[in-house]
């Protein structure tokens, strides 16, 4: 059993990294796209927002449709729906393609984002002790990678379908091979906690939406907004400014990477806490920065802050609601999207009406407001060591190879 559980760990890690990577390939990829397609600056950012509008929904169907399907299945095809996606992105020639495979691609994240992080849970429920930050440790790196082979497409001028079949060709039947070590929590434990956990109560579960909202309205201001900061606010050259979301993706990775060990040695609470304050601290360095080092500094803060956030959200939903985390989570993945859409336009129109170096205050303000909402971290089951270990045959769920 105890394969059982590395196999289904090592497929979703591989999973989590195929979806950072298609990401970063179609975010990074953006002015290309435009160019290809020949979209208006005014129509972009219809275009863009479309994709989380549609991630939204998709998370919600998920929320229905794990009622009867397993998350394993879901993920299992919607990861593939996501990738081939990219490609029709990279591969079209008219408007009306680019929709259809933007609006395919946003419905599928959002079905593929719910369907991980509930594995996930389940995954680290089986564990009892913490392993979700390994997950998004991995969505880190991949986004890394997808990055850097879009920095290599820019640079050579190679065309979105050359840069994105590769990737695809790669990806999509290792994601099919892998997904057949899936491991879906045991429905007979789940059905026993139902009793316990009743359904979701949205009163309880708002404390972590709001949470995720302004974790991801701070992540959305780095990825949107520390180029242009940097260059037209600090005045650092052209080729500096490209650094910051680099330096960010990587020390969220590292933080990521040692977060679990934090986790089971202080508690998500003591976790939580800490990266609030450092991101805040990172926000608060960024808006008085006297130049582009000093704000690239407060950009390396932000990574190492932000990072633990999101993952812990999901695992606290998964503890608060242990009958119905899969609807828990399905719930909480919508408000990754609401930040997303809130945080650039936000953070631009008080750039736009005040100064960008107090529009990097509301961002800060707003996670700081985690702190309030700390204590909805906690539980014993993430503890690992010191009396909290819980024993590691139990609960081991079941693959999805019969599926």
């Known amino acids: 059993m105890t394969d059982v559980l590395r196999r289904g760990r090592a497929s979703l890690a591989f999973s989590f990294f195929a979806q950072g ?16 397609y020949g979209v208006s600056d ?29 998350p394993s299945r879901l993920l299992r095809w919607s990861q593939p729906v996501v990738l081939l996606a990219l490609l029709g992105v990279g591969a079209g020639g008219h408007i009306a393609g680019l929709a259809v495979a933007l609006g395919a691609f946003g419905l599928a994240v959002g079905a593929l984002d719910a369907s991980m992080n509930m ?7 089986s564990y009892g002790r913490s392993i979700m930050l390994s997950f998004h440790a991995a969505y880190s790196l991949g986004g890394i990678l997808g990055a850097s082979l879009a920095w290599v497409g820019a640079h050579w001028h190679l065309g979105l379908w050359v840069s994105y079949l590769p990737v ?9 091979v892998g997904s057949r070590w899936y491991v879906d929590g045991d429905p007979a434990h789940v059905a026993e906690r139902g009793a316990e956990g009743g359904g979701v109560v949205f009163k309880l579960l708002l ?36 650094v910051p979301y680099n330096v960010y993706m990587v020390t969220t990775l590292l933080g990521r990477a040692i977060g679990d060990f934090g986790v089971r040695r202080f508690g998500a609470v003591t976790v939580v806490r800490l990266g609030t304050l450092v991101a805040a601290g990172g926000f608060a360095v960024v808006a008085s920065a006297p130049g582009a080092w000093a704000g690239m500094l407060g950009f390396t803060l932000l990574g190492l802050g932000l990072c633990v956030l999101v993952p812990q959200t999901f695992a606290a939903a998964g503890r608060l609601f242990p009958g119905s985390s899969d609807a828990a989570i399905a719930r ?11 945080g650039s336009p936000l953070v631009g129109a008080l750039g736009d009406a005040w100064s960008y170096r107090g529009a990097m205050l509301v961002p800060m303000v707003l996670v700081l407001v985690t702190l309030v909402y700390a204590r909805s971290f906690a539980g014993q089951p993430d503890r690992y060591g010191g009396g909290h270990e819980r024993p590691r045959t139990a609960d081991v769920g079941r693959g999805s190879n019969g599926l």
């Open 119 to 125: 594995l996930g849970v389940s995954l680290q429920r």
């Open 207 to 242: 404390p972590l939406c709001l949470v995720m909202t302004f974790a991801y309205i701070g992540d959305s201001t780095v990825s949107n907004w520390s180029a242009k900061y940097l260059k037209d606010v600090l005045g650092s050259s052209e080729q500096l400014a490209t």
């Open 42 to 70: 005014a129509l972009l950012p219809a275009f863009l927002a479309a994709v989380p509008v549609l991630a939204g929904v998709g998370s919600v169907t998920t929320e229905q449709l794990v009622k009867r399907i397993r």
């Open 168 to 176: 695809v060709a790669v990806l999509l039947p290792a994601a099919l």
């Open 21 to 36: 990577a298609a990401f970063a390939l179609l975010v990074t990829r953006i002015p290309a796209i435009q160019d290809r």
């Open 332 to 342: 909480l993945n919508i408000f990754n999207y609401v930040g997303f859409l809130i």
